[in-house]
């Protein structure tokens, strides 16, 4: 889990007054996940968080699956995936199930709205561009490379510099966490943890917006959109402290382990979550064994589907792999390099590749805007023939 912050102003003591320089007093409120029994923080608003002046229709909001019959390997030309719209309306779904959902996001256009997610955690990847997540905990800067975690139920506005923002967008029914592995009982990140506190940017500005107009908040729940008008804007926080609240850390400050003989996936998992975790591929040295493959054996996904968003560089054991490009790799069938590259591996010290993994533990569906963007003939290119 994250570790405990303090921003701003704050009392003595929790649930207790705390005025204004007016003598009124200041709205506590207190965020959370599982009930009480969860991560949370409290926070202390201008004006009440309530105050609700116009509830809007529901919009439709969620992946259309499509349900296919048979078993295969799957490759989506990601960067055939349009751009479009801003931060909602440009997400689109590629795969999912009822833990997780993955989605592609490349806005054109500026969020002129707030946005909750309120029953997924967010993990942005930034693939290309830059910008500042801004929240009621204060504002989040991003660049190229950085994972974002954005926890349910909390506000925010997505605000891009320049043009050509492409995200990777995971959606987890559950909260997402540092593997437990590498944390002690204490929750501190262990000597052996690939990353550590250091690494975790949480919000550094905090801007208290005491304003009132009309402020639409878009709360996805249900599988819709629900637009809601709030009399307040939703940043007026003049402090607030706990566990819960958004952060970036770079992939590029993963530092990957490595081995005399190849490592398995788990060597590369970032985060976690309910039934899937998150994994990163980052530059790193070969294997060292005299004898090692560099290459993945062959590996049969007994318990879980392996999806694989290939970021920057060559992925030494695929061909014809874009950047951008996702395959998915279902339990059943075995999965390995393809033809010729466990030969080429062999002498190779290091890679730059660059990827993020995701691995269920429940089988994943494919979205129509998946299938539109897939390769036909990828379930085939393990036949050796077509290499010669």
């Known amino acids: 889990m994250p570790h405990y ?12 007054q705390f005025r204004k320089p007016d003598g009124t007093l200041y709205s506590e409120e207190v965020i959370g996940a599982e009930g009480f029994s969860g991560i949370s923080s409290i926070a202390y608003h201008v004006h009440p968080p309530t105050v609700v002046d116009e509830v809007k229709d529901p919009i439709p909001f969620g992946p259309e699956y499509v349900d296919l019959d048979f078993l295969r390997h799957r490759h989506v030309r990601g960067a ?22 993955l989605a592609l996001c490349s806005p054109t256009e500026p969020m002129k709205y707030f946005y909750r997610n309120a029953v997924a955690d967010e993990m942005v990847y930034i693939h290309d561009g830059e910008g500042v997540l801004e929240s009621p905990f204060g504002n989040v800067p991003f660049k190229k490379g950085d994972y974002v975690h954005v926890p349910r139920t909390i506000t925010h506005r997505w605000s891009f510099t320049g043009g050509n923002a492409r995200v990777l967008i995971i959606e987890s029914f559950s909260e997402i966490r540092f593997p437990k592995r590498y944390q002690n009982s204490s929750g501190q990140l262990l000597e052996h943890s690939p990353y550590c506190e250091r690494d975790i940017r949480p919000p550094s500005e905090l801007i208290t917006h005491d304003e009132r107009g009309h402020f639409e908040v878009r709360i996805a729940k249900h599988g819709y959109l629900h637009p809601l008008i709030f009399r307040y804007h939703p940043f007026d926080y003049v402090g607030w402290d706990g566990y819960m609240y958004p952060y970036a850390t770079s992939i590029h400050d993963f530092e990957p382990i490595t081995g005399r003989i190849h490592q398995p996936p ?5 985060f976690e979550g309910r039934n899937f975790v998150i994994c990163s591929f980052v530059p790193r040295m070969y294997d060292y064994h005299p004898d090692s493959i560099p ?12 999806v694989l968003y290939y970021a920057e560089g060559e992925f030494m054991s695929r061909r014809d792999i874009d950047r951008g490009s996702f395959t998915l790799h279902p339990g059943g069938i075995a999965h390995g390099p393809h033809p010729g590259t466990v030969e080429a591996s062999i002498g190779k010290t290091r890679t730059e590749e660059l990827a993020v993994m995701v691995d269920t533990f429940k089988p994943l569906k494919m979205t129509k805007t998946a299938v539109s963007a897939e390769d036909p003939d990828y379930m085939l290119s393990w036949r ?5």
Not at 80 to 100: F, H, K, T
Not at 295 to 306: C, F, L, Q, V
């Open 5 to 16: 912050v303090s921003l701003g102003s704050l009392p003595h003591k929790r649930h207790t």
């Open 384 to 388: 050796p023939e077509i290499y010669e």
């Open 80 to 101: 055939q995936i349009p751009s479009r719209g801003a931060w909602l309306e440009a997400r689109q779904y590629v795969m999912g199930n009822a833990d997780v959902r």
């Open 266 to 270: 788990p060597a590369h998992q970032h």
């Open 295 to 306: 290459a993945p054996y062959n590996h049969s996904n007994i318990d879980s589907d392996e």
